[in-house]
């Protein structure tokens, strides 16, 4: 006796019939999807923070523990901003170098721009102000720091070098960011504006606009093939096996399946960014921390977790000019775009977002900014460059941890009796 035989549908043409067809399109549709959520999900080791995003909406609701809500929501953001980092690379395979740079640059920030976005829609313009402020600071210290100083160790027998044009042109536009910050600071504090409050604010939305259009002259002269930093190591000199092996690198997601990556995981940031800033305030009054230092130190770190660990990993395999386009780019990046483009959006929610980042805020920026560029003009990194910059972060977060901000120190005053009782001393804007 013969075995079975099952008859597999087929058409005429030996194919399968649309049944079938449909079948095996959805049964191979489901292996990806399974294969994508094991790389982006259970890939990373970072990932094991996720489940604080959940935990911290679940506190918020049946708690008024807000330093935990913040703690949480921090801790659950962290591994979504690094694994927007991922998406925007696996992107950046299918579009190129030039598109891809544009991509990682821009989504690079996306966690920083959500959450000002936020606090801006809730009228906490100095949230906004100092979370962006410590983001540059965070990047052009902290980051570039730890990247000089673990590329240094590594590679202690040489200084590692990287392109002293492109620090020049990234350190011209950061200097161009001060002087957009400084002027409507200066005119606010010396008291020479033409109609006090308004001139600032209008100064502020002017310099906003020329700083979008600075910033998009930036793009088209990276992105045009001049100096591009966004191209791979070496492509404008002879070929070499590090080009040869970036070329044939192949993406371990599909592009639609990046894309789709890229909207959940905004929507998830998005999602824990509100939770985030409304309890920046309950945290500050539970943890005994000053606003400024949580914005300005804290918050940062959320947003620069990939920037961080992937600044780093290049300038241990000594690939500085990546590094420098992490660091330094992203702090190019929020000065010359995201600052700017939160004047504009306050601009059209009718929220007096300006240029004024207070007197402590804008001259700790200004020095900063003059601190790396003078550790840049050489072309060389190596250790020492690197903890001095680390150091000079400690400064920093030292500074904010004792500041407290004058415009907090004013509601104050305006909440307290004018006169003490028993005596005829008034309270002034200078009094502590």
Not at 15 to 28: E, I, K, Q
Not at 63 to 73: A, D, E, I, N, T
Not at 140 to 164: E, T
């Amino acid at each position: 006796m013969g075995g079975l035989k099952v008859n597999t549908p087929q058409l005429p043409n030996g194919g399968l019939r649309p049944s079938t067809a449909g079948s095996w399109n959805s049964h191979r549709t489901l292996e990806r999807a399974v294969k994508s959520i094991k790389l982006v999900i259970f890939t990373s080791k970072l990932n094991l923070l996720l489940p604080f995003g959940p935990a911290s909406i679940i506190l918020h609701f049946t708690s008024r523990r807000h330093g935990l809500v913040f703690l949480f929501s921090m801790l659950g953001i962290t591994p979504l901003a690094e694994r927007l980092g991922y998406a925007t690379e696996q992107l950046a395979l299918f579009t190129g170098p030039t598109v891809g740079g544009l991509l990682n640059a821009t989504f690079g920030n996306a966690t920083e721009m959500i959450i000002a976005i936020y606090a801006l829609k809730n009228g906490m313009i100095r949230v906004v102000q100092q979370s962006l402020l410590g983001s540059i600071l965070s990047n052009m210290l902290l980051v570039l720091g730890c990247a000089f100083f673990a590329g240094g160790v590594i590679h202690r027998n040489k200084d590692q070098v990287f392109s002293k044009a492109m620090a020049v042109v990234n350190s011209g536009l950061l200097l161009m960011a001060v002087m957009g910050l400084m002027f409507p600071a200066v005119l606010h504090f010396t008291h020479s504006e033409a109609r006090q409050g308004a001139s600032e604010l209008a100064l502020s939305r002017f310099s906003s606009c020329i700083m979008l259009v600075a910033y998009a002259s930036y793009l088209y002269f990276q992105l045009s093939g001049r100096s591009n930093i966004y191209s791979p190591i070496g492509s404008e000199e002879a070929p070499s096996e590090d080009v040869t092996e970036e070329e044939e690198e192949e993406a371990e997601i599909g592009m639609w399946e990046a894309i789709t990556w890229l909207a959940v995981l905004t929507l998830w940031v998005s999602i824990l960014s509100e939770y985030l800033v409304n309890a920046i305030e309950g945290a500050s009054d539970s943890w005994n921390l000053p606003v400024a230092f949580i914005s300005v130190i804290l918050l940062p770190i959320v947003g620069n977790a990939a920037e961080h660990a992937s600044a780093i990993m290049f300038a241990m395999k000594d690939k500085l000019d990546i590094t420098l386009g992490v660091a330094i780019g992203s702090s190019t990046q929020i000065s010359m775009f995201v600052i700017p483009f939160c004047v504009v959006i306050g601009w059209m929610m009718g929220q007096r977002m300006d240029l004024n980042f207070q007197l402590f805020e804008t001259a700790t920026l200004f020095i900063t900014v003059l601190v790396v560029a003078f550790m840049l003009q050489d072309g060389t990194a190596n250790y020492l460059k690197g903890l001095m910059l680390i150091l000079c972060y400690l400064i920093v977060a030292a500074s904010f941890f004792v500041h407290v901000d004058p415009q907090s120190r004013a509601v104050l005053l305006c909440i307290l009796p004018p006169v003490i009782t028993g005596s005829n001393a008034v309270i002034t804007d200078g009094d502590d």
